[in-house]
């Protein structure tokens, strides 16, 4: 049974940074284009950014220039690097495959606040 496991959220002042991870026991993402999705408060889920398995990459307007995507497959591993944090980023940030969606994680919250 596949499990997506999301970490690395914290809360984090305006302009701040942080690091989130994902692993996928049960899946070997090489093979998969992978996401990175959020959902904010009363918002319906919105894919913020993602890398195909050849490494093609893709961000939202609302983050780029600010959030970094990788993987490291011989971790089983996708990454999301953000920087110059703003309050509207407040979300669950969420992994999952880009295309044919597994179950979802349970997340990982991310709170930009002073």
């Known amino acids: 049974q596949v499990q997506l496991v999301e970490s690395g959220g914290g809360l984090v002042q305006p302009g701040g940074s942080v690091r989130l991870s994902c692993t996928a026991p049960?899946?070997?993402?090489?093979?998969?284009?992978m996401g990175w999705y959020r959902q904010a408060p009363g918002k319906l889920r919105e894919l913020v950014a993602s890398?195909?398995?050849?490494?093609?990459?893709w961000y939202a307007d609302s983050v780029k220039d600010r959030f970094t995507i990788s993987r490291d497959n011989a971790k089983n591993s996708v990454y999301l690097q953000m920087n110059s944090l703003k309050a509207e980023d407040t979300a669950v940030y969420y992994c999952?495959?880009?295309?044919?969606?597994?179950?979802w994680g349970q997340g990982t919250q991310v709170t930009v606040s002073s």
């Open positions: 890398i195909s398995s050849a490494g093609d990459i």
């Open positions: 049960g899946l070997n993402l090489d093979y998969y284009a």
């Open positions: 999952n495959t880009r295309w044919n969606l597994q179950s």
